[in-house]
């Protein structure tokens, strides 16, 4: 995504509820006409769009709303598509259980967690799983928390309870303690502040052991 993307999703401004299939239809001004008081719908998929723009795209095996309720149950395969400025898919969560709030914005992913990241060059990037996640349409960034645990591909894995990812920038930040394995590296401290393959971060009370020079290390490499 040029730099701008949650559970997943990581998911951004004014929703569009499209029609196909067995999808629901209408704008957000416009209640759904097909979304009456505890509707079941099947194979269904809520749009969001941000001028136009496609952000993101929640879908699931069935999605039950409610009349007088601003959230829908996501129930079976829940999947949270997340688009950058561009129109590139960024970030993708799933999970079997989950939530969207309307009034808030947000989609959230609570059983079966697991959101993959891509680059800015479209490949994909790392992975994180967690117990519950949760995609901020609005502020354009993922969070996830609980046993929160994130690899990429090019080796390196955090373990942390809660981690932020920024969709504008396309980093990580975990607020908390953190423990971070690279090869026979192991080393903790808190405030990460992570790329999004994890190959270049910084943290502060940094301990632990290691086979890389010092300079690396304070380098964040």
């Known amino acids: ?6 559970l997943i999703v990581v998911l951004l401004a004014q929703a569009v509820v499209m029609a196909a299939c067995d999808d629901i239809g209408s704008s957000r001004r416009d209640a759904p006409e097909a979304a009456l008081s505890g509707q079941r719908l099947e194979r269904s998929r809520i749009v ?27 129930c079976d395969s829940v999947v949270v598509e997340v688009y950058d400025e561009t129109g590139a898919l960024v970030a993708i969560a799933r999970g079997e259980e989950g939530t969207v709030d309307e009034r808030s914005e947000t989609a959230r992913v609570t059983t079966g967690i697991s959101v993959r990241f891509s680059g800015n060059d479209g490949k994909e990037t790392s992975t994180l799983t967690a117990r519950q996640a949760e995609a901020d349409n609005r502020a354009q960034i993922v969070s996830a928390s609980g046993n929160v645990r ?72």
């Open 150 to 221: 994130v690899r990429s591909d090019a080796g390196v894995t955090v373990y942390t309870e809660k981690v932020i990812w920024d969709g504008r920038t396309r980093r990580f930040r975990a607020p908390g303690f953190v423990r971070l394995v690279n090869g026979t590296d192991v080393e903790e401290g808190e405030n990460l502040d992570a790329n999004n393959d994890l190959t270049h971060w910084t943290m502060d009370r940094v301990r632990g052991r290691s086979t890389r020079v010092r300079e690396e290390l304070e380098s964040g490499s």
């Open 1 to 6: 995504m040029k730099n701008s993307p949650v």
């Open 48 to 74: 969001w769009s941000d001028r136009g723009r496609k952000s993101a795209v929640v879908s699931a095996g069935e999605l039950i709303r409610f009349d007088n309720r601003n959230e829908i149950t996501l």
